[in-house]
């Protein structure tokens, strides 16, 4: 089975997905490298173009190959030469549920949750709503035309997409200006709405082990630069004053809040491999936020650090998910009859 990082994507977060790409490189040198272009072109490219690229964050990524064409096309040459893929992708197509579908039906494995969790959890709105199933405290939305009215209640609010990730759009409602803001920014697409509350950020992985058992990673708390609100995508990846600490200075009781409630996300939302989940600890306890089905792996990413603190090398995570991801056994779906 020949492995393949495939990184990139054709939405937003094709940047962060770069860098990730780099880290998984890392640790996987011999790991073919297919990159997926805004165009949904897809590329070979090579180590040395990939290592060389050294502002992935703010520029973006040339391949320097012809394509191999569009991602469907990529994922029959896939099937055909048994490849495993690793995702080294975050959000879009990569994170909703519809390549990992297109993976399903043509019975390539591949690393992280499967299609209906992928989508699931994508959408905020659907997600908060299994996270409360589970017992989890989730935040009041608000509706767009009640965006005043709640305003006027609480003061501050935040908005953000329904179905994004890396903080992209995120939108912090402390004046009417801002809600012109908002109701601009949902012109374009659905925007999930809720007081904004106050207490420490912090985020919590999860990790499926090859024996089956699935474990909390310790919670990581973050401090934004200048004692700012919310860790957007400048606070997260171009702000060298963003604090992350892990384990996070949280009491002990509430740091097994922090994972108990971070393993029954990732059960409720029926995630496989890995996810993490986001909060923010409130003076009630932990406010569920949104939970991450391939959050980032990048050399400064969360994930990753907790897995260093919990004593795992990235290096063994990437290898057990392989294996994981080689054992579900699928077979392809397309064409087949009862």
Known sequence: MRITILFGGTNKERLVSVASAQALHSVLPDA?????????????????????????????????????????????QAQAEERLLVLGLHGGMAENGELQAM??????????????????????????????????????????????????????????????????????????????????????????????????????????????????????EIVPADGGFGFDYQAKYLSGATQEICPGRFTREMSVQIMEQALKAHHALSCRGYSRTDFIISETGPVYLETNTLPGLTKASLYPKALRVQGIEFSDFLQDQIALAAATGLKPRSGQTG
């Not at 997926?36 to 690229?53: C, I, K, N, R």
């Open 103 to 220: 993976c399903e039906m043509r019975g390539i494995p591949f690393t992280g949750s499967g299609s209906a969790s992928s989508h699931l959890a994508f959408d905020k709105v659907a997600a908060k709503r299994f996270a409360a199933i589970a017992g989890l405290k989730v935040p009041t939305g608000v509706a767009l035309d009640d965006i005043e009215a709640a305003f006027a209640e609480h003061g501050r609010l935040i908005a953000k997409p329904s179905r994004d990730g890396s903080s992209y759009g995120l939108i912090f409602v402390n004046s009417s200006q801002d809600i012109a803001v908002v109701r601009d920014a949902a012109k374009t697409e659905d925007y999930l709405i809720e007081p904004l509350i106050a207490g420490a950020e912090a985020t919590c992985g999860v990790l499926e082990k090859l024996d089956g058992s699935v474990i909390a990673l310790p919670p990581v």
């Open 32 to 76: 073919d490298l297919w990159f997926w272009d805004v165009d949904d072109s897809v590329h070979e490219t090579s180590s040395e173009v990939l290592l060389a690229h050294s502002r992935p964050f703010e520029d973006a990524f040339k391949p320097g190959t012809p394509g191999l064409g569009g991602i469907e096309r990529a994922l029959d």
